[in-house]
């Protein structure tokens, strides 16, 4: 559970690439024992703020504080405490899998043999750990590169679509496994993906940018809670076509859904309204319900952009 104590702390963050401000103003918490997911369509900002994190990019304005440090000016003290898988994974690919590992545990010090032991077996490559990683797939150099993020011993874990190549129940592995050491160990996650059904599954409380902005954040429940409603009706007999209510006021969209439904977004207003305005126009209800809406559908109307694209290379400018 979160300790409510903060593990990452972003103030006032900002980042401008000449006339374009890539991060615009951002203010954010991940606490102790949290995972956060971090959204946003391709080109929002999420990769440029991990990139400032790690201090890949300096801000333009604002404060990262990682336990208390500032990452700006205390740079050892807070990026000890970090792990971070932000890019597409690099190793040695004439190296195995294990040795790659030994090479980033001795980079931290670590000279017991059985902490790589463990990573590979939590990350799910003990039978190919002597293999090439040049031979290995997307999907085995992104556990890898968790493997290589995790090995530290880190309190914050940063991770930029982790998933990335992975089929269906890997993808769940990796999450269950981060999961669990957010619930064992307090770790703190900051992840960034375009999966919203994991996503929703497995963070405590998500943050959505959108144009460089953080346009939402807060728990799931909450978020979708406050969302305009989506009713779900039926009809009594032929249903009319979506077009009939585009000029109701009150009523934001409305779409087909199966079984001869239709579904409205209203706009301040709810199923009994939505009621009355249908029967006035002679059209019989046979059932009407709130629908919970998902994640996925909140995105959607937040930002206009679907949330189910791949993400695309991050072309962002480097500064070291």
Same mark, same amino acid.
Request: negative net charge.
């Given at each position: ?19 374009? @401000? ?209 009713? @779900? ?47 006035? @126009? ?39």
């Amino acid at each position: 559970m979160p300790t409510h104590s903060p593990a990452l702390t972003l103030t006032g963050l900002t980042k401008t690439f000449g006339r374009h @401000r890539a991060v615009d103003d951002v203010t954010l918490d991940v606490n102790q024992g949290e995972m956060v997911g971090f959204l946003g369509p391709n080109g929002a900002g999420k990769s440029t703020t991990l990139y400032m994190i790690t201090r890949l990019v300096r801000p333009t304005a604002g404060s990262i504080h990682v336990f208390g440090h500032d990452v700006r000016r205390s740079p050892v003290e807070a990026l000890r405490h970090i792990g971070a898988l932000v890019e597409t994974p690099s190793f040695y690919g004439y190296l195995s899998g294990r040795r790659n590992l030994e090479l980033v545990a001795r980079v931290y010090g670590i000279r017991d043999r059985t902490a790589v032991d463990e990573i590979l077996a939590q990350i799910g490559l003990t039978e190919r750990q002597k293999d090439p990683v040049q031979n290995y797939s997307q999907g085995m150099k992104q556990r890898l590169g968790l493997g290589a993020a995790l090995l530290g011993s880190p309190r914050l874990l940063l991770l930029d679509e982790p998933t990335n190549g992975l089929d269906p129940e890997a993808m769940r592995e990796i999450l269950g496994l981060v999961r669990n050491k957010v619930r064992q160990d307090g770790l703190a996650v900051f992840i960034s993906s375009h999966l919203l059904g994991e996503v929703e599954e497995y963070c405590d409380r998500v943050a959505i940018m959108n144009g460089g902005k953080l346009a939402c954040e807060g728990h799931v429940d909450e978020i979708l809670a406050q969302a305009d409603p989506v009713v @779900r009706v039926t009809f009594s007999g032929d249903r009319p076509a979506p077009d009939t209510f585009r000029t109701l006021e009150g009523i934001e969209t409305v779409v087909e859904a199966p079984g001869g439904a239709l579904e409205f977004l209203l706009t301040g207003q709810d199923s009994a309204w939505l009621n009355r305005q249908l029967l006035e @126009r002679g059209f019989p209800v046979a059932t009407i319900a709130p629908k919970q809406r998902t994640l996925r559908e909140f995105f959607l109307a937040l930002t206009g952009t679907p949330p189910d694209s791949p993400p695309t290379a991050p072309h962002t400018p480097r500064e070291v």
